[in-house]
């Protein structure tokens, strides 16, 4: 057992893992693929799905104070005026005259000169660099049937701006008064010259936003307390507490919007990487709507008449970096009886399947009987079955796509009605009556999961949230 | 109470009951809103989520034969000219000269003209309109940071090509053959010049497609498989058999791809309308592909060496209009101690909250007991808790939403820890244990649900199928 996944992860081995077992595929891939763009397979969707109803369940099952919303993706231009993306939302771009790429002027270290690589742009003899000009990152389309005729409009940068023009709805329809949030997830669109990483940075992705708004006075207390918070959401399904840091922004990396801004951060082996923005916004967002709607977005308390704008705490995640993130995170090579064993010990709630129902031998009534047990088990989750191949091999398909429990039948289940579960980490069985089965797997599924993952040191929050 | 949902029900009491309760509304509307778009509120998440989970459960977890995909919503253009959308994607558009507006060609019935609303375009004598011309639906945007540069592509019309062009790696890494299918939700667009009906008819709405291939002589069994299969569908989750029907298209209607059609339709206020199409493609889509990928789209036995091209049956269905369908047919208005109750006779599965925690009043230790029976509650389900109001009041909020259980937090419940439970429909109370509460709970939204619901005439799906 290795001492830690870091030692032997790579993105290499995560997108071939994603492609062999049906997680994620490149987009399109019979036409030459869609550059940075990607397709999520049978369990990637199963995992994706996970991730998400984890969030809403973090941010609407387990707490009183925040209301779902799920915005259009193409919302009134108006929008992206007061919200500065119209204007703002840019990256400066400079051409080469002679290659005929283009680069992003701010980071020209990052890309290779494409006639001299070992040359960044501008520094072979050849390049010819026109001036920075600044591109803007929306995707623009036109509603009505014609371009001549219809309206420019654009699809979401961020699912932010669709909970802030409907806090005036919200705040009618509700009956919430401050603090209180609004959470949305969604898809969100960016025309980067520069995407890559696979699922890290694409042009087409899932965000998870939650958008708090707390009176002016009690910002910085909930600020603090929504660091803390997402931070624990990811340790707690099972991210490595050392993997995983708060990274204050300094003044120079600040939004013209935020007041301060901490990013939950992962260690990919690209490095440490953001999984997550974590805002004090002011009331930004709400002033610069009222200025541009006409309408008062403010919160009047009708008992006392007091009156004001509240202020915004947003924690802005990505559901394809996190579930990027839980599958590095959970990646795991061991060896077994002299060969390597490829595990994603991932947490069960984020697990594709459940648990796997497996006759150990296609004979003897073993399969009937699995079978059987297997009908039992899916009315409580996803679980699959599979009599292909040898045990040994359906072992390791289960445990590669992080499967926590295999249910094996064997030749004493048929005589007395009795199973071994087979745990994906520690790989210790244990016989069950089928009879308790349906129970024994709703209860694990509910009970606290054991971290540390084997192999990793303790979780040392303290250390990291400071 | 009356005899029939349909007597008293109106989109326009469905649109106000949205607006008031927060599960839709207009889209943008402090910007003066986008026309025919709507966002989804708090409750309308949580139902709108519900559908697609008890679409996911039926194809995923309680079947073998479907494996699920997320494509992204911009593919690669030669997806459109495959399937044929970017040459036949079209209305007929007329223009106006005298009023400039535009009208579909093949529809102008159902337009008044802008300068005589009593009369059609075209009737009045000074319109003058220009022939008809065909406009494509798809939405256009470009890749690339600027549009000279860079690449047209299309925002999906549909999710269904996303399965096509994924045929080919479903089946070498799923381990599938036919009969088999691919399973899809999510959002496409379609530039409509006449949009309309709530959420029926958007231009941005969310699919929920299944693509099932078979091999070709078992193509027919399959297709009356899957009619009957979706029409349980929506009768298991409470929709009344007689307010949903399958129509077959005639041979005039049918698509260019389409072998035979037949949708499932709802008695919707606005009449007898599509909920979901479900047609027998044939293998157009597999060979198009293959025509214009190069690759071959087949399916090879390899034991046998047989190969061919499956045919695909497709379950199309529209998560909008289904979501309101459900709320449609749920609607109820009923005369209870002479006052009017409004109440959303939703399977317990699609409420947006499953149970209401009540205390009957604000004090003798009522809240504080009710607060921990919440607690208790929470990890099983979405529930509320409510303390502000009269307690009918407070029961009539609950019966807007559909909540099925309200849970009741009396005088006796302090001194003998026991609740009641109040049934939605029935009005009936009864008492339990807060002990017993959680496992009330799960068994109840395990249970078969009541059916018919209150005042509906018995389920004839044999009618209506045959």
Known sequence: M?????????????????????????????????????????????LKNNVKAEWWRAMLQERDDVVALDAAIIMHPRTWEASGHLAGFTDPLVDCRTCKQRFRADDLKAASCPRKPSKHPGEYDECDLTEAREFNLMFETTVGPVREAGATVYLRPETAQGIFVNFKNVLQFSRRRPPFGIAQVGKAFRNEITPG????????????????????????????????????????????????????????????????????EYLFPIGWSELEGIANRGDYDLLRHA??????????????????????????????????????????????????????????????????????????????????????????????????????????RQDEIGTPWAVTIDGQ??????????????????????????????????????????????????????
């Open 2 to 46: 290795t001492d830690s996944p870091t030692d032997v992860v790579t993105m290499d081995k995560i997108v071939a893992l994603c492609k062999r077992r049906g997680f994620i595929f490149r987009s399109s891939e019979i036409y030459g693929g869609v550059a940075s763009t990607y397709d999520y397979g049978h369990y990637g969707v199963l």
């Open 197 to 264: 990483n696979f699922i890290f940075r694409t042009r087409e992705f899932e965000q998870m936003e939650l958008e708090y708004f707390v009176p002016p006075d009690e910002a910085d207390r909930w600020f603090e307390y929504w660091l803390a918070e997402r931070f624990g959401w990811y340790t707690g399904l099972g991210i490595r507490a050392d993997h995983v840091r708060l990274r204050e922004h300094g003044p120079e990396e600040l939004s013209h919007y935020s007041r301060a801004t901490s990013d939950v």
């Open 291 to 396: 200025e541009f709607s006409g309408d008062k977005l403010e919160y009047v308390d009708s008992s006392t008449g007091e009156r004001y704008v509240p202020h915004v705490i947003e924690p802005s995640a990505g559901a394809d970096r996190s579930a990027l993130a839980f599958l590095v995170d959970a990646y795991d090579e061991e060896d077994v009886e002299g060969e390597t064993r490829t595990v994603l010990r991932l947490h069960p709630r984020l697990a594709p399947v459940k648990a796997a129902v497996l006759p150990l031998v296609r004979r003897d009534g073993q399969p009937e009987l699995a079978r059987a047990v297997y009908d039992r088990l899916r009315p409580v989750a996803q679980v699959e079955y599979d009599e292909g191949g040898s045990i040994g091999r359906r072992y390791r």
């Open 413 to 466: 289940s048929v005589e007395d009605q009795t199973v071994t579960i087979r745990d994906r980490d520690t790989l210790a069985q244990e016989r069950v009556a089928i009879e308790a089965l349906p129970a024994e797997l709703r209860r694990r599924l509910e009970a606290p999961w054991r971290t540390p993952k084997p192999g990793a040191p303790a979780p040392q929050p303290d250390s990291t949230t400071a």
